[in-house]
T-cell receptor
Framework: DAKTTQPPSMDCAEGRAANLPCNHS???????VYWYRQIHSQGPQYIIH???NNETNEMASLIITEDRKSSTLILPHATLRDTAVYYC????????????FGSGTRLQVQP | DVKVTQSSRYLVKRTGEKVFLECVQD?????MFWYRQDPGLGLRLIYF???????EKGDIPEGYSVSREKKERFSLILESASTNQTSMYLC???????????FGPGTRLLVL
């Protein structure tokens, strides 16, 4: 898996957009960008993934730069329930391999 | 909506007890995983099942066994619980043609 770099922590005001960056400068052509989050004491939750086009679902948007060396997860209207650790992962389809998380970004949504 | 459930959120057991953790998914996924998560150590794979009755050891299988008799159900068994098995246990499932894993809520196990 390509290495990813995320800021250790970020704050965001409730109701504002949260923009979480991820650098993955060594990404390969067949590797996808995945985002998961983990709310305290809960299991990780899949958010979104993409290859090179921007993606949007009911939870978030994923913006991937044209050179694919970085991406941004956008939570358009952050709520207190979005306070969590967010993990950016880059990997190709692996078959049976386990998922591993780096240290992620701890997002604190402030009231 | 995808759903992975685990039999307990919190469990307290005594050293030497046999412990069963059960995971059920309703997405007809072939692949299921058991992980444990500890502070500073991240996610570590205990066992993986790629189909009914099929299993592979993960990175830390010692002290654990698994059972997959039905596609939707994957059980983790601690044959004789020890204090170093106190942890958060996470089950996940995945379609065999997709990379995305869907996790259950986790079971926080305390072994006294």
């Amino acid at each position: 898996d390509a290495k990813t770099t995320q800021p250790p922590s970020m704050d965001c005001a409730e109701g504002r957009a949260a923009n979480l960056p991820c650098n993955h400068s060594t990404i390969s052509g067949n590797e996808y960008v995945y985002w998961y989050r983990q709310i305290h004491s809960q299991g990780p939750q899949y958010i979104i993934h993409g290859l090179k086009n921007n993606e949007t679902n009911e939870m978030a948007s994923l913006i991937i730069t044209e050179d694919r060396k970085s991406s941004t997860l956008i939570l358009p209207h952050a709520t207190l329930r979005d306070t969590a650790v967010y993990y950016c992962i880059v990997r190709a389809f692996t078959g049976r391999r386990a998922l591993t998380f780096g240290s992620g970004t701890r997002l604190q949504v402030q009231p | 909506d995808v759903k992975v459930t685990q039999s307990s959120r919190y469990l307290v057991k005594r050293t030497g007890e046999k412990v069963f953790l059960e995971c059920v998914q309703d997405m007809d996924h072939e692949n299921m995983f058991w992980y444990r998560q500890d502070p500073g150590l991240g996610l570590r794979l205990i066992y993986f099942s790629y189909d009914v009755k099929m299993k592979e050891k993960g990175d830390i299988p010692e002290g654990y066994s698994v059972s997959r008799e039905k596609k939707e159900r994957f059980s983790l068994i601690l044959e004789s619980a020890s204090t170093n098995q106190t942890s958060m246990y996470l089950c996940a499932s995945r379609d065999r043609y997709q990379e995305t894993q869907y996790f259950g809520p986790g079971t926080r196990l305390l072994v006294l």
